[in-house]
């Protein structure tokens, strides 16, 4: 397996010992999904598409154990073939989905609003997200996320109280 198919899973949010193809390909399901729809949508310029596309992800986002592209997955590739189902997605993948979801809602605003300038460079930086996860095996949300995480799991710095007599 490629090294940058096993820095993409753990990108996921899945642990190395994890890696392997099945498991990359259970993963890509979702991101190639999702790159048709962006691309039929910009093609279209369809809001409504924009639109069902931001609430599936939504829901994928917050109920992660309901995740449609996993379930379709886990129906119909993992069940018949005798694979491990994929799990719920971890926080870096529900963090992808969520950015997804927000860019395809801001493109189905746009688009809806009559701003197609605008809708169309959030298409491009859709789309290009969804190129490096397809050709390069990166997640760029799922790396912000884990970039960020050692700041958060840091917390802030205790409040001191000043005691006044």
């Not at 990359?24 to 279209?44: D, E, K």
């Not at 069902?52 to 993992?78: E, I, K, Q």
């Not at 190129?131 to 802030?156: E, H, I, T």
Request: hydrophobic letters at 55%.
């Amino acid at each position: 397996m490629r090294e940058s198919r096993i820095e993409f899973i753990r990108q996921q949010g899945f642990h190395s010992r994890d890696a392997d193809d099945r498991l990359y390909s259970a993963l890509m399901l979702q991101p190639r999904t999702i790159s048709a729809l962006v691309v039929l949508g910009a093609l279209l310029q369809s809001a409504g598409l924009f639109a069902a596309l931001s609430m599936v992800l939504w829901w994928s986002t917050f109920v992660p154990a309901r995740n449609p592209f996993d379930a379709a997955y886990n129906r119909f590739v993992a069940h018949p073939r005798g694979f491990k189902p994929l799990p719920a997605a971890p926080a870096p993948r529900r963090f992808a989905e969520g950015m997804a979801a927000a860019f395809a809602l801001a493109i189905a605003a746009t688009l809806l609003g009559g701003f197609r300038i605008a809708a169309l460079i959030l298409q491009c930086l859709f789309i290009a997200s969804a190129a490096a996860v397809l050709f390069r095996d990166f997640c760029g949300p799922a790396s912000l996320f884990n970039a960020l995480r050692p700041v958060a799991d840091q917390g802030l710095p205790p409040i001191e109280r000043s005691e006044r007599g």
